[in-house]
Structure formats: C-alpha cells, structure tokens
C-alpha cells in the first residue's frame, strides 16, 4: 500500500503560478508511472502530466508549455509546476501512482482555483 498526500493547492490569479507536491510513503521507484490528475466539478477526471518508468514525459495539448512534471526519488516527492494559469484550470488535482504491477495508488487531492 503506498500513501499520496497532495499540497500547494491555493487561489491564485489569472496568469500566475503554483507548484503542486505530492509526497509518498515509500521511495518512488523508476519503474513507478507518476501522473497528475485533475477534475473540475461536473466534468470527468482528466490527465495533465505523465512521468513514465522510461524517463520521458507526457502533457495533453491543453496544458503543454504550461505545466512540468518532476521527481524527487530522494524526497519521496513528485511535483506539478503550473504556469500561466487561467480559471478553466481550477479543479482538484490528484496525484496518481501506478506501481510495476500496475497497482494504482491516489492521493486526496488538492484544490486549485484560478480568479480571473
């Protein structure tokens, strides 16, 4: 069982920034699959960051430029810088963990709101 726990959520302005972190209760491994998650209410749950086992990265074509994926193996740690934000941004973001077994692992989400 591995534990997620998800911050750095908050209210921000149109055009500005957060960077999101979700720190896990074991070490990330390199043949953990990391995603960030979000979902704005009435919509479905959508994906807005890969870092795959191979070290490449994926982004949606919505988020692309904006946000970055990253790792910190020796913190436990896996981050979502967001810039540029713009309100059809606001959701609560979750942080996801798919294991070598293909065992997925969520955290409890981070709210993030973008004023205009």
């Known amino acids: 069982q591995v534990q997620l726990v998800e911050s750095g959520g908050g209210l921000v302005q149109a055009g500005g920034s957060l960077r999101l972190s979700c720190v896990a209760s074991?070490?990330?491994?390199?043949?953990?699959?990391i995603a960030w998650h979000r979902q704005a209410p009435g919509n479905q749950r959508e994906l807005v960051a890969t870092?795959?086992?191979?070290?490449?990265?994926y982004y949606p074509d919505f988020v692309k430029g904006r946000f970055t994926i990253s790792r910190d193996s020796a913190k436990n740690a896996v981050y979502l810088q967001m810039n540029s934000l713009s309100p059809e941004d606001t959701a609560v973001y979750y942080c996801?963990?798919?294991?070598?077994?293909?065992?997925?692992?969520w955290g409890q989400g981070t709210q993030v709101t973008v004023s205009s």
């Open positions: 996801n963990l798919i294991n070598f077994q293909n065992r997925n692992y």
């Open positions: 074991r070490t990330i491994f390199s043949t953990d699959t």
């Open positions: 870092s795959r086992t191979d070290g490449t990265t």
